[in-house]
């Protein structure tokens, strides 16, 4: 299993919703509602207010009487499979990909979303800090996909997508680097170092394409390589130190 010991202290004071996020104690909902509900004490007295600001280094913070301590930080690495959504609960009842990771008993959260129809490399972690890090734009962190759109791709729009193109109204995405893969020039490799809400799906569909199918393969350094869909693993410890250094770095 690859845990990985906190490298950093937290360094400044957060809202206690926050707080016991970051210490993987639940889900920011979720401890929004713990604490309404009077079930959260920092330093021995009840708090209700979510946004009540604690220092993580020095404040004892208690869910129903039990001290919440900063978890081992753990990194996956899931190829979600078509179909899946990335919430915790979904109120129409649809999969979510923690129904594929339910042998895991620390709670860990999705970095950036794959849209329902997007299958591939998801990292899930309860590393807030390393979160931030992958989708921060300012990071640069490359994410590349695979997909298949429903007719050949021309020259000029390669040459728009390697300029950047704009998208959801005023925005100018950052150059791509795009790869046509297949002979029929349909089945393309994109590589983008920011993450808008379904963007290669907004940056194709302003060129007038349909994209069929839609696989992220790699974050960074880290490829999902012959992982099969719908399972999981730990991220190696090779890995991890990579994101560290970039950590580092920030």
Not at 211 to 216: A, D, F, Q, V
Request: hydrophobic residues 35%.
């Amino acid at each position: 299993m690859a845990y990985i010991k906190v490298p950093y202290k937290f360094t400044k004071k957060v809202s206690l919703a926050r707080a016991i996020s970051k210490l993987g104690a639940a889900s920011r909902k979720q401890a929004c509602q713990l604490i309404e509900n009077g079930e959260v004490r920092v330093n021995g007295t009840i708090i209700r207010r979510v946004n009540h600001k604690v220092d993580l280094n020095v404040d004892q913070i208690s869910i129903n009487g039990k001290i919440v301590k900063k978890e081992k930080l753990i990194y996956i690495l899931l190829n979600k499979p078509v179909g899946y959504i990335t919430t915790r609960s979904d109120e129409l009842n649809r999969k979510t990909v923690y129904d594929l990771i339910k042998n895991v008993q620390s709670w860990v959260f999705p970095v950036g979303r794959l849209d329902k129809d997007t299958s591939g490399l998801l990292i899930l972690t309860n590393d807030n800090r390393l979160g931030e890090l992958l989708t921060n734009p300012k990071s640069e962190v490359s994410k590349t996909y695979s997909l298949l759109i429903n007719k050949p791709i021309s020259d000029d729009d390669l040459l728009a997508l390697r300029n950047g193109i704009v998208i959801l109204g005023d925005y100018k995405t950052l150059p791509a680097d795009v790869e046509i893969v297949d002979q029929d020039r349909k089945k393309l490799n994109i590589t983008i170092c920011e993450g808008k809400n379904r963007q290669i799906r907004r940056m194709f569909k302003a060129l007038n394409y349909e994209i069929l199918e839609l696989t992220r393969i790699k974050i960074g350094h880290v490829k999902i390589g012959n992982l099969k869909t719908g399972k999981w693993r730990y991220l190696t410890i090779a890995e991890i130190n990579e994101f560290k250094r970039k950590l580092c770095r920030k």
